[in-house]
């Protein structure tokens, strides 16, 4: 043979086998992968009373970030609700928390004190969920 010949034909299967291991590696890596975390997510659900001006239900979610922000063990927080229900819930957010423990001790921290005292008279009805693995 050739060596132009016998290179392209070297060059045909290298060529089929570099397809080959990028379209594996790209599988690989679009593969979907899911995980059950330790984590323990919060869902609450607020209907408020007819008083809740917007202003204040706007200010009781960044008052919610500040307390997340201060206590131990917040991992995560998620406050645009897409869709809430019951449909006469107005709002709604979720804390992610390192632990179980971290999720009980969040109550009784100063600042969620706080914004119990100044928001819970304005809440009509509120629904919490907890979740983990």
């Known amino acids: 043979m050739k ?3 016998m290179e392209r034909l070297f060059s045909v ?11 594996v590696a790209g599988l690989a890596v679009g593969a979907k992968v899911h995980g ?4 323990v997510i919060q869902v609450v659900t607020i209907k408020w009373t007819a ?3 917007p202003e204040q239900r706007k200010a009781a979610l960044e008052e919610i970030e500040k307390a997340a922000a201060a206590a131990p063990g917040v991992r ?3 406050l645009r609700a897409l869709r809430i229900q019951p449909r006469d819930f107005m709002t709604a957010y979720a804390i992610e928390f390192d632990d179980a423990t971290a999720a009980e001790r969040f109550p009784t921290t100063p600042a969620y004190e706080q914004w ?8 009509e009805e509120s629904h919490t969920q907890q979740l983990t693995n």
């Not at 119990?116 to 809440?123: A, E, M, N, Q, S």
């Open 3 to 5: 060596p132009a010949r």
């Open 13 to 23: 299967p290298l060529a089929a086998a570099a397809a080959a291991a990028l379209l």
């Open 36 to 39: 059950r975390p330790k984590t």
């Open 51 to 53: 008083e809740a001006a």
């Open 76 to 78: 995560n927080l998620w």
């Open 116 to 123: 119990k005292k100044h928001y819970l008279p304005l809440i």
